[in-house]
T-cell receptor, first 114, second 110 residues
Framework: EAGVTQFPSHSVIEKGQTVTLRCDPI?????LYWYRRVMGKEIKFLLH????????ESGMPNNRFLAERTGGTYSTLKVQPAELEDSGVYFC????????????FGPGTRLLVL | GQSLEQPSEVTAVEGAIVQINCTYQ??????LSWYQQHDGGAPTFLSY????GLEETGRFSSFLSRSDSYGYLLLQELQMKDSASYFC???????????FGAGTRLFVKA
């Protein structure tokens, strides 16, 4: 079974530019989550999809962040325009069914905004 | 607010036992999870406690006391490969939003 994959693995952009991160969850997992970790701090929840619907987006920092999940499969997280404080590691995770206790994480995208 | 507290660093020697504590303050509680993350890697699920008591999985055990809003991860027979960051995480009721602690960096020395 293939795991959660994320693309790109690293991204370096300048302040004001746009970046789009992609996540492919484990096939059949209805739940998809986005998290962000800034150096040395907690893994912060951003949002949760159930299939194509946003179930909880209370962790999204502001309207510069837009997440979508086309057809309930892969998801994208767009940051436009990027600011310096958006730097960090963005993780995607997926889980199966109603329980959702076990979340399978992707390797993360390391974003650096200069 | 919602928060989880865990020590920032723990150091132990190979073969020893180490306990990583986690206290939480969240709106609602559904369960406490533990994840391991090696440098540059993805967080990996270790254990989950929804009820009070001890759950054992090989060398790792996890404990929960809901009345104390407290849990811990116990690692036995430490190996060098156990050097990693360990995160506790709580899922509150009413949704799947998961709150993570800041992580405990475990250093295992020879």
């Amino acid at each position: 079974e293939a795991g959660v994959t994320q693309f790109p693995s690293h991204s370096v952009i300048e302040k004001g530019q746009t970046v789009t991160l992609r996540c492919d969850p484990i096939s059949g997992h209805d739940n998809l989550y986005w998290y962000r970790r800034v150096m040395g701090k907690e893994i912060k929840f951003l949002l949760h999809f159930v299939k194509e619907s946003k179930q909880d987006e209370s962790g999204m920092p502001n309207n510069r962040f837009l997440a979508e999940r086309t057809g309930g499969t892969y998801s994208t997280l767009k940051v436009q325009p990027a600011e310096l404080e958006d730097s960090g590691v963005y993780f995607c995770a997926s889980s199966h069914g109603q329980g959702g206790e076990t979340q399978y994480f992707g390797p993360g995208t390391r974003l650096l905004v200069l | 607010g919602q928060s989880l507290e865990q020590p920032s660093e723990v150091t132990a020697v190979e073969g020893a036992i180490v306990q990583i504590n986690c206290t939480y303050q969240t709106s609602g509680f559904y369960g406490l999870s533990w994840y391991q993350q090696h440098d540059g890697g993805a967080p990996t699920f270790l254990s989950y406690n929804a009820l009070d008591g001890l759950e054992e999985t090989g060398r790792f055990s996890s404990f929960l006391s809901r009345s104390d809003s407290y849990g811990y991860l116990l690692l036995q027979e430490l190996q060098m490969k156990d050097s990693a960051s360990y995160f506790c995480a709580v899922r509150g009721t009413g949704g799947f939003k998961t709150i993570f602690g800041a992580g405990t960096r475990l250093f295992v020395k020879a």
